[in-house]
């Protein structure tokens, strides 16, 4: 990746008379307009429709790019999570993963994880848990023998201390990378999806893995590889309500 700098941006906006995280605008009585509505009448404050509330920025230990590529929010709208990667100097990029106070933008933690490659990682996917507990990141990272891995991290929502990391190396031993991550409604379990090699080394097949959310335990791995015997990858996920069944595309 080249070494052009970046900073992690993060902004809040006011929508809709409501914040972009759910927290009343403050308004302004001049511009404030009433609309009929088949139940009645609301009151909307043009002027701070789009406002922006806060912006946060990050600048990693390597004063060089760091990009964030996902957000989750969580539950009780007090906290915004987000992770990318974020050059760390000679460990190249590192997952870097941060959370803010969602009313201020102040920053409350930041974690990073350099695999055991001690080469560049990068995280493409974050979940929260239902009761705001814990956070989950995955994406690539570089192992010792320099072929890329999934690797999901756990971190406590509250300190970012990592609770666990769990890497996926396929069945080829080649490399794979997890675009996208997705938790249990009961919150027990943690699936992740993306492209990983297959017999041979020669093309990319789905892979999903799910992982016991306390423990980082993985209970089973699922490979899907098209008729076409080539590329396949899978970016997006979901989850029944139930919990019973994982669909990844």
């Not at 192992?143 to 991290?153: I, N, R």
Request: glycine share 16%; with cysteine; net charge negative.
């Amino acid at each position: 990746m080249g070494r052009l700098r970046f900073l992690v941006g993060l902004i809040a906006v006011c929508v809709s008379g409501f914040s972009l995280l759910g927290m009343p605008s403050p308004t302004l009585a001049a511009s404030e307009r009433t609309h009929p509505t088949p139940g009645g009448s609301i009151s909307v404050d043009r002027a701070t429709l789009g406002q922006q509330l806060w912006a946060a920025h990050h600048n990693g230990p390597g004063n060089a790019q760091d990009v964030a590529k996902a957000l989750g929010v969580s539950p009780d709208g007090s906290r915004v999570f987000v992770t990318g990667y974020s050059y760390g100097g000679s460990s190249g990029n590192d997952y870097g993963t941060l959370a803010y106070d969602a009313s201020t933008g102040a920053r409350l933690w930041t974690a990073r994880y350099n695999g055991p490659g001690d080469a560049d990682d990068a995280a493409f996917a974050i979940g929260v848990s239902p009761d705001g507990s814990s956070v989950f990141v995955t994406g690539e990272s570089a192992g010792p023998a320099g072929t890329y891995d999934y690797a999901t991290v756990a971190y406590d929502a509250s300190s970012g201390a990592k609770v666990w990391v769990a890497r996926y190396k396929g069945i080829a031993n080649r490399g794979g990378v997890a675009y996208a991550l997705g938790v249990s409604p009961d919150g027990s379990k943690v699936f992740v999806t993306g492209e990983s090699y297959g017999v041979g080394g020669t093309d990319q097949d789905y892979a999903t893995v799910a992982y016991d959310a306390s423990s980082g335990q993985q209970l089973w791995a699922a490979r899907y590889k098209g008729p076409g015997d080539f590329e396949d990858v899978s970016t997006p996920i979901g989850l029944r309500a139930d919990g019973s069944t994982a669909f990844v595309t």
